[in-house]
């Protein structure tokens, strides 16, 4: 196998999530309980939305990434592993998965998460799918 050189990806990438969603798996959806201001809690709703987002990459060692994603009521930490010539990634982070496919200045991607507001029922009655699209001007 020859060797392949990793590219160094972007810095900064701008672009949209697209969820569907059992309950609220996090405060970015707007069916999230700290919305409500009577404090009831209700169970869990289908719902879906399109929020914009931004990928910090905060470190990259040859395929090893750190990154930031910004939404609109929090930031969040994810690592990833490219693949070998720098073209797919996959990454995680303490409540969701998946899988991405990078182009140039363009990168897709899907995944899944659980509800992360730190108990167990919360993790197991809400959980969401969800792609995501980002470009980067560098």
Not at 26 to 43: A, I, L, M
Not at 76 to 86: C, I, K, N, R
Not at 87 to 113: D, F, L, P
Not at 117 to 131: K, M, Q, R, S, V
């Amino acid at each position: 196998m020859k060797n392949l050189v990793i590219p160094m990806l972007a810095k900064e990438w701008s672009g949209t999530l697209t969820l569907t969603s059992m309950g609220a798996t996090s405060v970015h959806n707007p069916t999230h309980q700290s919305f409500r201001d009577d404090g009831k809690k209700e169970p869990p709703t289908w719902n879906s939305y399109v929020q914009p987002r931004k990928i910090i990459i905060t470190k990259q060692d040859d395929r090893h990434i750190a990154f930031t994603v910004k939404g609109p009521r929090a930031d969040s930490f994810w690592v990833g592993t490219l693949s070998a010539d720098g073209k797919e990634v996959v990454y995680a982070s303490k409540h969701g998965t998946g899988i991405g496919k990078i182009e140039g200045n363009r990168m897709t991607g899907c995944g899944s998460s659980r509800g992360i507001d730190g108990n167990f029922e919360h993790w197991l009655e809400h959980y969401a799918a969800w792609y995501w699209e980002f470009t980067s001007n560098e």
